[in-house]
T-cell receptor
Framework: QKEVEQDPGPLSVPEGAIVSLNCTYSNSAFQYFMWYRQYSRKGPELLMYTYSSGNKEDGRFTAQVDKSSKYISLFIRDSQPSDSATYLCAPRNNAGNMLTFGGGTRLMVKP | ETGVTQSPTHLIKTRGQQVTLRCSSQSGHNTVSWYQQALGQGPQFIFQYYREEENGRGNFPPRFSGLQFPNYSSELNVNALELDDSALYLC???????????FGSGTQLSVL
């Protein structure tokens, strides 16, 4: 079993839809939770960063962490075609900057 | 402010050869990490450098080695290339005391 699991998709939604992207993880030591967006042939771009459990909102994006169930979510409101990309969750523990990435979920937003 | 830059962008090598990939960290960032991303997979941690010393290593064999220079730029060296080394190699830098990693666009390595 991988430490971080994501549904690979692809997830296809119409423009304007609310998108829910999810990760599960197994390592209880994870304290920081990041979401990266990766366009084709580009490096990952940091989208959201959360410490411990709770919610964090930034514009159309909301990150949610439930440490009791080891479940991480990213919600995208009013999705746009420019949101079409692969979304990677990446938790880490307190020691160092090593991120453990999920396999990524490919999102397609159709106009 | 320039971001993380990597060179070359693409590289083709044959099995058994050696390769060196280069990374210039973002201005003010003193920690550099390298990740390997196979097609359709998430990035996997190779190692991290801080103050020119290796400061953490993932599950990669010793033929993967690195360097960090006084200006915080970095190199990733891979010896005795294998077909499975074909991947996108990503460099990421972090500012002092910050948990966030900022990635370059990567070097696409193909081993034939």
């Amino acid at each position: 079993q991988k430490e971080v699991e994501q549904d690979p998709g692809p997830l296809s939604v119409p423009e304007g839809a609310i998108v829910s992207l999810n990760c599960t993880y197994s390592n209880s030591a994870f304290q920081y939770f990041m979401w990266y967006r990766q366009y084709s042939r580009k490096g990952p771009e940091l989208l959201m960063y959360t410490y411990s459990s709770g919610n964090k909102e930034d514009g159309r994006f909301t990150a949610q962490v439930d440490k009791s169930s080891k479940y991480i979510s990213l919600f995208i409101r009013d999705s746009q075609p420019s949101d079409s990309a692969t979304y990677l969750c990446a938790p880490r523990n307190n020691a160092g900057n090593m991120l453990t990435f999920g396999g990524g979920t490919r999102l397609m937003v159709k106009p | 402010e320039t971001g993380v830059t990597q060179s070359p962008t693409h590289l083709i090598k044959t099995r058994g050869q050696q390769v060196t990939l280069r990374c210039s960290s973002q201005s003010g960032h003193n920690t550099v990490s390298w990740y390997q991303q196979a097609l359709g997979q998430g990035p996997q941690f190779i190692f991290q450098y801080y103050r020119e010393e290796e400061n953490g290593r993932g599950n990669f064999p010793p033929r993967f080695s690195g360097l960090q220079f006084p200006n915080y730029s970095s190199e990733l060296n891979v010896n005795a290339l294998e077909l499975d080394d074909s991947a996108l190699y990503l460099c990421a830098s972090s500012p002092p005391g910050d948990e966030k990693l900022f990635f370059g666009s990567g070097t696409q390595l193909s081993v034939l």
